[in-house]
């Protein structure tokens, strides 16, 4: 955190000095570890045998808050006797499909609930085309549907099926020792993290925990954010102050890209894009999004994409023409990042558009992504500078390699300088969901312009080419509301009126024109409009709150409302119903932070209440209630279909209802504790120019035996666009580097100071050497772990003041089933002293590897791992 | 004037000649290092606001410090010092885990190749900073297993002495005192003449390396100024503006030494003895600095001189000394000549 964020981190610091403890895990000693009290290094990849270990402790010891866990939490809710285990299944869990390499997840349901489709996010559509989707990023803001809120509970926790008694059996093997064993964590050191995490929480103590997207980007990265869930919410630590499992962004407002998105699979607000063929009529897509019949506020999901529609195209959207469904594009398949570059390696694609994103150096599978663009007919680049991914066609390391030759490209590049973020008016929404306004300090330079100007009159101009056509595919776009007032001499839309947009207006009634005051205010029959539900508030009153920028310490109130604005309806900390006990008390004065005022008969508090507010904690809903109304007063997670918060998951996830451990896809160790070796329903792409090594479990391995990851410097600013361009960051990192331990130093000959190659089947780059005490190798049994660290923010090119081999030319693609992100946080390399071959040579480097290791398109892409007896 | 020169001095401004309506309360830096999270956005935020340009794309290989040392063109300077030791209370997760030397013993054969003059693995660097004490290391001798570690960094710059060798030996009067005690060199008046940069204690002022008429005051001596324009308009300087830990105070001095004591002593009650004051002692051999530091162990691990003295302690002296010195041979020749007749 303080090497990529330190600016937020200085919060950490401030809660140092009030006495807070700072334990940091981390393969690596960064700056973090240098003010922490604790650091753990771990092995990259281990670290669902570590949070599991921490489970483990917990239910070992009862160290859980067993009021908080009764009644604010699945635990007592009993799960269907269908559903098989990875102890039954030596690494699986019920449901697995060897052909498809998905899970049918009906038997992982509640009791009582089996049948019910089979309890996916969107019921009705089938596993393979969820996982191509990324349908799980639909959950950005809620846990997955279910058709009927009626469990079976035993609030005993006695019950062999209840939640908490298969957590436990799940979790058993995850001792101290297995963790040393996985993980490389000494276990008294583990048993330290247990006491400090469990003695600070409870009724008077909440801990925190922080992660970065490093965590997010492994094959089985949105279970790690669950295993964490899981530890918060058996503590007691979710919607209490000071507690939350807190993602750090890569960039500002990436928060803000997930709720007005730039995912190829949602709509503004979680809402999912349409599907061909699943979704045809707008009954179907809004059955898909709640289930009449659940509890909690996404059964008004009709009125948020009533609303919507209306804010797309006004008057145009009507009852009759379902608001305009017919106009909104559909999906069929996976149209994701690195889907598409595969298309336009098969010349599937024509036109690119990127903005302020250098896949040349910043994703992985580089050689890909730089191939993958020569395939392009036109590629339209908008940045700050004349980035790799601009220049890939004369400067690509492909070209030195022979591989490519800028005269054979055909691709028409568009260099379009972009404006800065204090040359343009709007918004970023931080990781709190706090919204906050930027006035435009000075005019963009020469002919650098913000995205909204670009985008704005792109769209007019696309609609005055197709003004009058017939065709049915261009109605949506000439029927859009494109008519946001301009300013200035380049005619610069406002921002203004666009997050006026985004909050909403009524359209029809005495109150027609005025602003929202929030989503409540939105009506499924076209009488409001909203770009995005979850933002609808943020012009309340016709103030733009964004902008609110009255300090803390003027306000009267340390959780300090009038600084920004966080979705939803300004509430700081999500699901504050479970601050207060099941009568409505808070856990402790220490803790206090909304709490139900008996006089007044409603919810009163420091934060805006996040339930509904004259609801009593005594309420109980009569039996089918649904909505809103069907939430009892102790049903504090408000987005979930049953109220509750999901130690255990009946649905939604691809993977499993609950995190197990699973070696990364490229691994040098056995996973000890199943069969299974990696997560069997990763995503791979068997492509001959994207090989992988070969699994612990096959020949050849021993090729590649280290483990390398990847991360940020904080000099820099991940693929370099904004920093490598600037002489005074340059400056200050100016070459790239490996970090390297001296054991391993000694055991590859490696110089400090000096040059080193590390090779994977992909490509082989060279690094200057660092050698540090702050990377250690790991002891797992007899077996010794080297890990190499590789900060990526080099690249090969011409422009900048500083280039380099890039770090992420070294990964090849195997994705998460839940989200489709790269696991590119821990693999295998060798590393050998020198430079590396250049020109041809380097390719016949990199294949003498591939060879020797017996590389082919099927090598470490079995997802079922065979039976021991099955092996070769 | 007493203690002009040297010892303590309440106020070194009113020392120079300011008075009456420009007085200004001595202003300083406290650093303290123990919230140091190395980020160097002081370095960055005093050249961009400073004007001081990019000084060489040098890796240094020591730790994370690229930056090498203050100097003419680096006014802010975060060291990075890796340690085999302990920090106060913290668990580094290092000591015990692992098997083989320590990096100082590798880090050594690079040094050692250094000095040999073989520089066929050292890469294209022509500098191996280590910048930290490379003997006596636990672990080095067995090569068994880690010792402890911590990981301490400085954000250093100039100390704005109350005695000001560099000052005191400036022929044109560039270098001066301004009101609010800061010691400023003025770069149109300064020559280049280089007297000042033996003169400070602490290594800092320096001459800009650069080509002649291409490098913005190239040859002229440049340092910290305290943002002496800031301060003019009742701004903080660059660097504390943009510390995001409060790592770097700027303020009254008296202040500062009073919130500094205050910080040592609660550190003490944590559990690290080794934090201490340095610069901040107006009894010291440059009088207090107006820019002190909270260290977490002896000057000498951040690089610092364990007890500075400003240069030119001696001055008075000498000059009596050479003055009795020409008075006697004044006398002698008198009486020679004198004799003599």
């Not at chain 1, 009993?78 to 285990?85: A, H, M, R, T």
């Not at chain 1, 391993?744 to 080193?756: C, I, S, T």
């Not at chain 1, 090119?797 to 081999?805: E, F, I, Q």
């Not at chain 2, 930290?132 to 290391?137: A, E, R, V």
Request: proline residues 6%; hydrophobic residues 35%; charged residues 20%.
């Amino acid at each position: 955190m303080a090497e990529c964020h330190p600016v937020g981190f200085q919060w950490v610091m401030e809660a140092k000095l009030r006495g807070a403890k700072v334990i940091h895990i981390d393969p690596r000693f960064t700056r973090t570890s240098a003010m922490a009290d604790m650091h753990v290094p771990l092995r990259a990849g281990s670290d669902i045998a570590f949070l599991g270990g921490i489970i483990n402790y917990i239910l070992e010891h009862e160290k859980y808050f067993r009021d908080y866990v009764v009644s604010y939490t699945n635990a007592a809710t009993v799960i269907s006797e269908q559903f098989q285990d990875t102890d039954d299944l030596d690494g699986l869990f019920s449901g697995y499909d060897p052909e498809t390499a998905t899970y049918d997840t009906s038997t992982w349901t509640y009791a009582g609930h089996e049948g019910e489709g089979h309890g996916s996010v969107d019921g009705g559509e089938h596993e393979v085309s969820e996982r191509d989707r990324g349908a799980g990023h639909e959950l950005g803001n809620r846990g997955a549907n279910l058709a009927d809120p009626l469990v079976q509970r035993d609030e005993t926790l006695q019950h062999p099926r209840c939640v908490l008694q298969v957590l436990k059996r799940h979790y058993a093997r995850y001792t101290p020792q297995l963790v040393e064993e996985v993980c490389g964590v000494s276990e008294a050191q583990f048993l330290q993290v247990c006491e400090d995490v469990t003695a600070n929480s409870g009724r008077d103590r909440t801990t925190a925990w922080v992660y970065s997207v490093g965590w997010t980007q492994h094959t089985v990265g949105t279970q790690y954010i669950r295993g964490a869930a899981i530890i918060q919410l058996l503590l007691g630590n979710m919607g209490r102050p000071g507690g939350g499992i807190l993602a750090l962004r890569g960039h500002a407002s990436i928060q803000g890209s997930t709720d007005i998105p730039t995912l190829f699979n949602l709509l503004p607000g979680y809402l999912p894009m349409p599907k061909a063929g699943i979704h045809d009529s707008f009954q179907d897509y809004l059955g898909a999004i709640s289930s009449p019949g659940q509890k909690g506020f996404w059964t008004k999901a009709d009125t948020y994409v009533t609303s919507f529609f209306k804010a797309w195209w006004g008057e145009a959207a009507t009852a009759e023409n379902d608001w305009g469904f017919e106009w909104m594009p559909r999906i069929n398949g996976d149209h994701g990042t690195y889907q598409t570059v595969m298309d336009m390696l098969d010349d599937k694609v024509e036109g690119y558009f990127l903005l302020g994103q250098n896949p040349a150096v910043g994703s992985a599978q580089g050689r890909m992504q730089r191939l993958g663009m020569s395939h392009l007919k036109w590629l339209v680049v908008r940045d700050l500078n004349m980035i790799e991914s601009a220049s890939f066609w004369k400067d690509a390391p492909e070209i030195a390699t022979g591989e490519l030759s800028t005269e054979d490209i055909e691709t028409e590049v568009f260099f379009f300088p972009a404006a800065s973020h204090v040359e343009k008016e709007g918004t970023f929404t931080q990781t709190q969901r706090m919204l906050q306004w930027r006035h435009k300090a000075v005019e963009p330079p020469g002919d650098a312009r913000s995205e909204l100007h670009f985008f704005f009159h792109l769209g007019r101009m696309l609609r005055e080419r197709l003004a009058g056509s017939a065709l049915e595919r261009d109605q949506g776009l000439l029927h859009l509301t494109w008519d946001y007032p301009t300013s200035g001499p380049h005619e610069d839309p406002s921002g203004d009126a666009v997050l006026r947009e985004i909050n909403g207006y009524h359209l029809t009634g005495d109150k027609a024109g005025q602003l929202l005051d929030g989503f409540a205010d939105m009506k499924a029959d076209g009488s409001t409009s909203g770009g995005c539900w979850i933002y609808s508030g943020v012009y309340a009153g016709g103030v733009n709150r964004a902008a609110n920028r009255v300090p803390w310490t003027e306000q009267g109130s340390w959780i300090a409302p009038d600084w920004g604005w966080a979705w939803p309806m300004n509430r700081r900390v999500l699901y504050n119903r479970a601050s207060a006990d099941p009568d409505g008390r808070p856990w402790s004065e220490r803790k206090a932070l909304v709490w139900w005022d008996e006089d007044a008969g409603r919810w009163t508090g420091h934060d805006v209440p996040d339930f509904p507010l004259t609801k009593a904690p005594s309420y109980r809903p009569q039996e089918g209630t649904s909505g809103p109304e069907g939430l009892a007063g102790d049903d504090p997670f408000i987005m979930q279909a049953d109220g509750k918060g999901w130690l255990y998951a009946p649905a939604g996830l691809a993977d499993g209802p609950m995190p197990a451990h699973y070696e990364p896809h490229e691994s040098p160790v056995r996973n000890p504790l199943y069969n299974q070796q990696a997560n069997p329903t990763r995503k791979v792409y068997r492509r001959k120019d994207n090989p992988s090594h070969p699994s612990v479990l096959e020949q050849g391995h021993q090729v590649f035996p280290y483990v390398f990851t990847t991360y940020r410097l904080t000099e820099h600013h991940t693929a370099g666009g904004m920093s490598r361009w600037l002489p005074n960051l340059s400056e200050l990192q100016p070459e790239f580097f490996c970090e390297v331990s001296p054991e391993l130093a000694r055991e590859r000959d490696l110089q400090h100071l000096g040059y080193a190659t590390i090779v994977t089947a992909r490509t082989a780059i060279e690094a200057r050497v660092l050698v540090t005490d702050r990377v250690v190798p790991l002891r797992l049994g007899d077996q010794v772990v080297h890990q190499i660290g590789l900060p990526y923010h080099w690249g090969v090119g011409g422009d900048a003041v500083v280039s380099g081999d890039s770090a992420n030319d070294l990964f090849e693609l195997s994705l998460d089933p839940n989200v489709l992100i790269q696991e590119c946080k821990a693999a295998t390399c060798d590393i050998v002293p020198g430079r590396r071959p250049t020109g041809p040579a380097l390719l016949r480097f990199v294949e003498d590897y591939t060879t020797r290791a017996g590389i082919t398109i099927e090598t470490g892409n079995t997802l079922l791992t065979p039976p021991p007896e099955g092996r070769p | 004037m007493s203690n002009s020169f040297f010892g303590p001095l309440p106020d070194p401004a009113a020392d120079a000649g300011w008075g009456g309506e420009d007085r200004q309360p001595r202003k300083g830096f406290f650093t303290d290092t123990s919230i140091c999270i190395g980020c160097k956005a002081c370095e960055v935020a005093c050249k961009e606001w400073n004007a001081v340009p990019a000084d060489g794309m040098n890796f240094l290989g020591s730790s994370y410090d690229n930056s090498g040392a203050l100097g003419a063109s680096t006014w802010r300077h975060v060291k990075f010092i890796e340690q085999p030791k302990t920090l106060g209370t913290q668990d580094a997760g290092i000591a015990g885990t692992a098997v083989g030397p320590p990096a100082s013993d590798v880090l050594n054969r690079a040094a050692d190749s250094a000095l040999t003059g073989d520089r066929s693995s050292l890469g294209t660097s022509n500098t191996v900073d280590l910048g930290m004490p490379l003997t006596t290391l636990p672990g080095q001798a067995d090569g068994a297993q880690r010792t402890e570690f911590r990981w301490l960094m400085e954000s250093d710059v100039c100390k704005h002495c109350t005695h000001a060798g560099c000052l005191d030996v400036c022929p044109t009067g560039s270098l001066f005192r301004t009101e609010f005690g800061t010691v400023v060199v003025q770069d149109d008046i300064c020559n280049g003449c280089g007297y000042c940069v033996p003169a400070c204690p602490f290594g800092v002022i320096d001459r800009r390396v650069g080509e002649k008429g291409v490098t913005k005051n190239e040859g002229i001596a440049q340092k910290c100024t305290l943002c002496y324009d800031r301060l003019g308009e009742g701004l903080t300087p660059a660097c504390a503006q943009a510390c995001p830990t409060q790592s770097i105070q700027f303020g009254d001095l008296d202040e500062l030494r009073e919130r500094a004591a205050a910080r040592v002593e609660a550190l003490h009650e944590r559990g690290v003895p080794e934090a201490r004051l340095y610069g901040e002692d107006p009894h010291d051999g440059v009088g207090g600095t107006g820019a002190f530091f909270l260290l977490l162990d002896e000057p000498e691990v951040y690089g610092l001189p364990p007890d500075p003295i400003v240069t030119t302690r001696d001055l008075p002296r000498m000059w009596r000394t050479a003055g009795l010195a020409a008075l006697a041979m004044l006398a002698g020749a008198v009486a020679a000549f004198g004799t003599g007749r």
